[in-house]
């Protein structure tokens, strides 16, 4: 056998199994959604249709808040904790990437246990103000989980980026007379670009599809991955489920093929 | 002088309170889990009876999923150690059509492919009634993960050259797979299979959708179990998951800083 | 050991252009001898390692090639089965193995049993003296051990032709040399058929039976070591290898017409008449007093490098000449000097070629 067949041959399980379980799949998905009683409309109706727009508002709006405020909180902690060296900092670093292998569901919960009917917040405030404050199960609540799902993993990719600077840019910067702010604003940020498009893909593509959390937190919060998922449960409508499905995937695909290209790194979301 | 202390300390006071907003809720939720009423507090008493209502409800969720866990780590290993060696060696255009078509899982929502795999699989009574549609979800969901692990220390090590010499030993495409690229991808390959066995155990996404009432895993009795039980129990519950993913954890944890200390020599 | 080993290498009309469509090499046909070693010498691109890909079996020539090794046509044979012996530049040592493992690896491969594996993997160990460090990992080699290991590896098999790719550019200059001393005794005492690849001017001419000048993708000149240095067949091969004066003059009745003066040619190179370039080695130029010399010039620069001097001297020619003067006699710039120049030093090249 000459090693072209065996390369060749090397790939065939993984094609076997990616063309059955995905790519076919996939494909009908695509088929599904222009099957319905809309036809290929379905699509447009995700636009259209005010309910679905509305969603899609929500959805978008609601990612697009738990990216920028990931993105401040995560630049923060991580510049901090990569760029000084204090007694107890590997532990703050375990502390703060602990979260990552958490899955949506159980961020949910974490969630409800901050926020909800017993949560911890709720009794701080009746103790303080004498009123329970309780928001686990509304859009704050999911916005509280998607915040907790982003930071371990955008802190990550800051701390990278941040170890990965080259010091010498800043001395440069210093010995052409600029002061810190300057350093910070002319050097560091802008080194920083990359990962900060990288991050925001990631948050942003994944709390645009997360449904862990929004299903641990609520059925009724008003987000596209549950609406796709009461379509196909409740309503039955698989065709608009799975038009609303590949809308989705193809923005989240788009957003980080698109992140990609800006910041060259390998980007991807999970959970 | 003054300026960067309280700098400092604003920072740190900062940093605290994220690590706090991640830590609190988990340390309640393990806390939650081994006390006799939560609403009452800890004072209420330790136990570990929830622990053991969650191990006569869900044992079986716990032992599917590290069935679905390994079976997953066997398929991807099996298909994507091939796999890798054969996009990194042909490379070009074409690997990275491959490369990018693979990755797809991972940034379409878990739910888009749930769907599709419902919608094409449905029909398949046995096939969709058995653990084994939960396996195929989950590898096409890991599969990227295990195969970029791999590539990423083929891309660190010549593995051409390697191959080459190898060959003019007179060994076989097969030998040299065997001999030489398998056991100097090692690295790679504990990465990947550490990173496919965490996502499988915690994998919901697509696993809720794809479960039957006879195939549940453990993120779905979690979510069964969040849902429908009271408090102490799911906090026992997800006390039993962290048990099981924190080991895996701290793995991953030294696998990045020996690779990293491993790269920051050789530069 | 001092058998001949090895077969001879036929390489018969071997052209190579990559899928991209680059030619990396024009059709190339060339003979080695059983047991001799020739070495590639070119600059980077000129297709020598190409070449040596096609002789080990890592590339197929286009259409029309054929590679025999001792009139057997081996050229459709990858390279597993054509039993080569191989080092490469970066030595490809498997980090997973030994070096013990690492030098058995291909008597493994073909089934050997374990005891006549260490007796000869023991034996090359002591042949290219790394005794001793038989369960070393390979990442506790320093570069000159690695070197060895590389080549122990690549011998064990007792391979038909032992193939050598840049295999001392990884070093630095004096393990170079006394690697390559070592390399030169290793390969006349396992008398092999050896193809060696190398830009390094000095290796090839202490290491190569025959030299193979290598530009462009084509062969630009093939001989020993003395007629590659002596009588370059063209102008490249002339400035590639070694130091070189290129004179373009007017050539007539036995001599070189030069803004310095007469230069007289001797050999069949009497009867040449017109424009000619002429290549004229710097040491092969003498200084004498400038009275009755036949060509005189001034000193312009003069550079101690130890066992010589390397002088420029301009009014000669179009461009200053270089001189390798002994290191005894003194000279300094603006000296007027006389110079020269045996005819038999003076070779020339037909202008089209330059």
Not at chain 1, 115 to 130: C, F, P
Not at chain 2, 249 to 266: E, F, H, P
């Amino acid at each position: 056998m000459s090693g072209a067949t065996f390369l060749r041959l090397s790939l065939v399980p993984l094609a076997v199994i990616v063309l059955a379980f995905f790519v076919l799949p996939m494909s009908q998905l695509i088929i599904a959604g222009a099957n319905g009683p809309l036809g290929l409309k379905a699509y447009a109706a995700i636009l259209l249709e005010p309910r679905y727009r509305e969603t899609l508002v929500n959805t978008v709006l609601l990612s697009l808040a738990v990216t920028l405020a990931t993105l401040v909180i995560s630049t923060i902690a991580g510049l901090f904790v990569q760029r000084n060296r204090f007694p107890g900092r590997a532990v703050l670093i375990a502390m703060l990437t602990f979260p990552l292998a958490f899955p949506g569901v159980v961020v949910g919960f974490m969630i409800i246990l901050l926020a909800g009917r017993q949560g911890l917040i709720g009794e701080v405030t009746q103790n303080l103000a004498g009123g329970k404050v309780v928001f686990a199960y509304s859009i704050g609540g999911l916005f509280l989980g998607y915040l907790y799902f982003s930071i371990p993993r955008v802190i990550l990719t800051v701390m990278a980026a941040v170890e990965k600077l080259d010091p010498r840019l800043e001395e440069a910067a210093r010995s052409l007379g600029a002061g810190p702010w300057a350093v910070q604003r002319d050097v560091i940020l802008p080194a920083l670009t990359p990962a900060f498009i990288a991050s925001s893909a990631i948050s942003f593509a994944t709390a645009m599809g997360a449904f862990g959390t929004a299903f641990t937190l609520a059925t009724n919060i008003d987000v596209l991955a549950m609406l796709i998922y009461t379509e196909f449960t409740l309503g039955a409508n698989i065709a608009m489920a799975a038009a609303l499905s590949v809308g989705l995937g193809v923005v989240a695909w788009a957003i980080l093929a698109l992140a990609r290209s800006f910041a060259g790194a390998a980007v991807a979301a999970a959970g | 002088m003054m300026k960067t202390r309280i700098l400092f300390g604003l920072q740190l006071v900062f940093t605290l309170l994220v690590a706090a907003f991640l830590i609190v809720p988990a340390l309640l939720s393990m806390v939650a889990g081994v006390t006799v009423n939560y609403f009452r507090g800890i004072r209420s008493g330790v136990t570990l009876d929830w622990i053991g209502q969650v191990w006569t409800l869900y044992a079986d969720t716990i032992g599917r999923s590290f069935e679905v866990a390994l079976a997953t780590l066997l398929v991807t290993l099996l298909i994507g150690i091939p796999a890798a060696y054969a996009l990194h060696r042909r490379g070009g255009r074409f690997s990275r059509v491959v490369e990018e078509i693979i990755t797809l899982p991972i940034a379409i929502p878990g739910l888009a492919t749930a769907l599709a795999l419902i919608l094409t699989y449905g029909g398949f009574g046995d096939f969709r009634r058995s653990w084994l549609f939960i396996l195929a979800g989950h590898v096409i969901f890991t599969l990227p993960f295990m195969v970029r692990a791999v590539m990423a220390v083929f891309a660190t090590i010549d593995v051409k050259t390697l191959d080459e010499s190898a060959a003019s030993l007179g060994a076989s495409p097969w030998r040299r797979f065997r001999d030489v690229i398998v056991p100097n991808a090692k690295p790679g390959v504990l990465a990947g299979a550490l990173m496919v066995v965490t996502l499988s155990l915690g994998e919901f996404n697509l696993t809720w959708m794809l479960h039957t009432p006879l195939t549940k895993t453990l993120p779905v009795g979690l979510a069964d179990s969040y849902a429908s039980m009271r408090l102490e129990i799911a906090s026992a519950y997800t006390l039993i998951f962290f048990v099981m993913i924190i080991p895996l954890l701290v793995a991953m944890q030294m696998i990045g800083d020996s690779t990293r200390l491993m790269t920051g020599r050789k530069s | 050991m001092t058998e001949v080993q090895g077969v001879s290498v036929h390489l018969q009309a071997c052209a190579k252009t990559f899928p991209d469509g680059t030619r990396a090499l024009e059709a190339v046909s060339l003979d080695v001898a059983r047991g001799e070693t020739m070495v590639f010498l070119g600059p980077s691109g000129c297709g020598k390692t190409t070449t040596l890909r096609i002789i080990a079996g890592l590339e197929r020539p286009d259409a029309g090639g054929r590679v025999l090794f001792d009139g057997e046509d081996v050229t459709h044979l990858p390279i597993e089965r054509r039993k080569v012996g191989m080092v490469f530049q970066s030595y490809a040592l498997f980090p997973n193995m030994s070096v013990a493992e690492n030098i058995g690896y291909s008597l493994k491969i073909r089934g050997i049993d374990r005891a006549e594996r260490a007796a000869r993997v023991a034996e090359l160990m002591a042949l290219t003296g790394i005794g001793g460090l038989e369960n070393r990992s390979i990442d506790q080699l320093s570069g000159g051990q690695r070197q060895r290991v590389a080549l122990a590896r690549a011998v064990a098999m007792r391979p038909r032709v032992l193939l050598l790719d840049e295999p001392l550019t990884a070093l630095d200059a004096s393990l170079r040399e006394r690697l390559r001393a070592e390399l030169n005794r290793l390969l006349r005492s396992l008398g092999i058929t050896a193809v060696y690849v190398t830009h390094d001017q000095a290796e090839a001419m202490a290491l190569g039976d025959r030299i193979v000048v290598m530009r462009s993708g084509a062969i630009a000149q093939i001989g020993t070591p003395r007629e590659i240095y002596f009588e370059p067949a063209n102008r490249f091969v002339a400035e590639f290898v070694g130091a070189a004066n290129i004179l373009e003059a007017e050539a007539g009745e036995g001599f070189l017409a030069l803004r310095g003066g007469r230069l007289p040619i001797g050999g069949s190179a009497k009867a040449v008449k017109g424009n000619v370039v002429a290549m004229v080695r710097p040491e092969a130029v003498t200084f004498v007093a400038p009275e009755g010399a036949l060509l005189t010039g001034r000193v312009e620069t003069v550079s101690f490098i130890g066992d010589r001097l390397r002088c420029t001297v301009v009014g000669v020619s179009e461009r200053p000449l270089s001189i390798d003067a002994p290191n005894t006699i003194s000279v300094s710039p603006g000296d007027q000097v006389g110079l020269s120049i045996d005819p038999d030093a003076v070779r020339l090249f037909p202008k089209e070629s330059a």
